[in-house]
């Protein structure tokens, strides 16, 4: 046994909480090292300088206001964001939103020209329709109403 969890088990047998087992191996620990000997005689010191001293009155009226206080949080219901947390959610609906709306305005406004020469003709087609190399999205539809592709 390790001397940290020796010290935790010495403030448990204080209190009267170690189980026989874990007494055992308790006192089998304390036998053989000098330190958690030495901590435990300070530990019933300190055990025992608590238990005799004056303990103070609890005023009533605190005790009534805790314990409204705590009603009145359980009873309290968590909205409906604030119980299932939906601002992660609301984040990656944007973001999936966005991937999909970018997708689609990249295809109708570039388009993927299947050949050389459709590719060349679509080309003239936008050159003329962008102001500073940019496309419109305006400009990918023809007098009829059908996509420039």
Known sequence: ???SKAKRFIELNLDGLL???QAKALNEHLSSCSACWNWQAEAEK???LL??????EFPAWIHAQIMDKVHRL???RPGFIRRFKL????????IVFSFWLGT????????????????AASSITTASLSDFGENSLLGIWDEAGDLNE
């Open 19 to 21: 189980a026989e087992s």
């Open 1 to 3: 046994m390790r001397c």
């Open 51 to 56: 238990s005799n001293a004056p303990q103070s």
């Open 87 to 94: 601002a992660p959610a609301t984040a990656m609906l944007a």
């Open 74 to 76: 359980e009873n309290r």
């Open 104 to 119: 689609n305005v990249g295809i109708s406004s570039f388009g993927t020209p299947s050949s050389p020469a459709t590719k």
């Open 46 to 48: 300190l055990h025992l």
